[in-house]
């Protein structure tokens, strides 16, 4: 399906693009809002245009409107415009050229510094700051203002794509970008206009089934489902990747070799010596 | 506002709700998916009204369509009906009533254990299992994933909120619902309508000078503006919460002390024990 192509306004039509035929769910309600939600793709080659003045505020506003645990608010983001920044992001990041050509490329940080500065301003002591668990509400919080950020920007009909491997080198990052201590680049997220000649077709998902329970987690369909899935991602991938690798072939490749994790084996000294000491 | 009030249709009206008149951001493209995310409000009380059919299905389908790294769909969701499982649960987050009030509560689940299957049954290894860059994954696709669940909510009148607090004792959360290692609740989403009684104004943000950089991080203009945001908080606690506390003591209150982490100061120790090593 082309990104021109309106999306489809059924939720029969959206469910089987996402699920494929033969895994539709129960029908539920529908609306234009969930539609939109259904019919993301991750788009990894964009137009060089660049957006509507106020893009990046509305998108920014989307994004602060999401839950944050206790109000504490600690995310912030970066817009990267300087050319070698992005340059050496895109190259940091197993050269993902994308990087460069969208016109608005945003790094999502954990970002426990402005309360520490508050405290010290303040004269408080916050002995929770360097716990996992902060660090945690930090980054589980800077993914639902980037995920409703998403959102809106799929809403004006423009593409994004979210560049995880931006933690193969956090400490690159945080450089690049002036990050004080308490702060981290935790992924990235390309904006733009889809570049015509990429393939976006939705990717179909594991059935529900395999992710949702009812009162206690259980595995015995699991095997069922999982071969209906590598049969269909395997058909999938034939059709859009010239490829026909089924799912547990791709996970087996990126889980499987500790290279595939592009120096993220070593994120925990990372994350130290930015400041997130982890306790 | 109540809730069931329209929202606010312009955007002049819904950034001064999230902003204050005082600080709004520069004007952008707006349209009625971008006036939803805007509204977003966290709603502690519920009334017992079963969800419609199929609820429960579209919310899962929104929550699959978020975007996950390298399609890994490493977590899973447990829809909680057990009334015994929700008063525990209720109770290990500080005794919160809506878990138990609400009619659909969901568990989001970071879940490396069915790769860890898909391994096994393959007869492959899978090295980067352990690793705390695993785990970070699993917890962001899940907040992404239950952000989409939220607004697919919320666009169909219905309301939310998170509960950090199921990271009190996630050993007892998946001991409730049979979790085996590599799976840990990482949150919980209560889903209802919201009670009539419930106070539900749009909460103000930070101004996006305080979390939005261009190009470098900045502090400059930091002071500033929380004094501003801190009178603006202090006003709508007033207003809305019988108290005038403004956002910093607020900081402070809840990152203070250590007891205010309600026993997640232990979380490293806990995650080990549920199959996360956190290497």
């Known amino acids: 399906m082309d990104i021109s192509t309106p999306r489809p306004v059924t939720a029969q039509d959206a469910l089987a693009l996402r699920y494929g035929p033969d895994a539709i769910p129960a029908a539920g309600p529908w609306n234009d809002h969930i539609a939109l939600l259904l019919s993301h793709r991750s788009i990894r080659g964009y137009r060089p245009d660049a957006l509507p003045a106020g893009t990046l505020e509305t998108l920014i506003a989307a994004a602060q409107s999401a839950a944050t645990s206790s109000n504490l608010q600690t995310w912030s983001v970066v817009a990267v415009s300087d050319p070698a920044a992005r340059a050496a992001m895109a190259k940091a990041a197993g050269n993902q050229k994308h990087i460069e050509q969208c016109p608005l490329f945003l790094v999502w940080c954990a970002d426990v510094s402005r309360n520490a ?163």
Chains 1, 2 share one sequence.
């Open 117 to 279: 500065r508050l405290g010290e301003q303040e004269g408080a002591e916050l002995p929770t700051l360097p716990y996992l668990e902060t660090f945690l509400v930090a980054a589980i919080d800077a993914a639902l203002a980037a995920q409703n950020a998403v959102v809106a920007a799929e809403s004006l009909g423009l593409s994004t794509v979210y560049i995880g491997a931006l933690r193969n080198d956090p400490a690159l990052v945080a450089r690049l970008l002036g990050l004080p201590p308490g702060v981290m680049g935790v992924f990235g997220l390309c904006v733009g206009y889809a570049a015509p000649e990429v393939t976006n077709a939705v990717k179909p998902r594991l059935p529900q089934a395999a992710v949702l329970f009812h009162d206690r987690y259980g595995t015995a369909e699991e095997p069922a489902l999982r071969a209906g899935y590598d049969a269909q991602m395997a058909a999938f991938s034939a059709q859009h990747e010239m490829g026909a690798t089924s799912w547990s072939q791709r996970v087996i490749a990126r889980m499987g070799k500790l290279t595939a994790m592009g120096g993220r084996d070593k994120l925990t000294d990372v994350l130290r010596s930015l400041g997130f000491p982890l306790k």
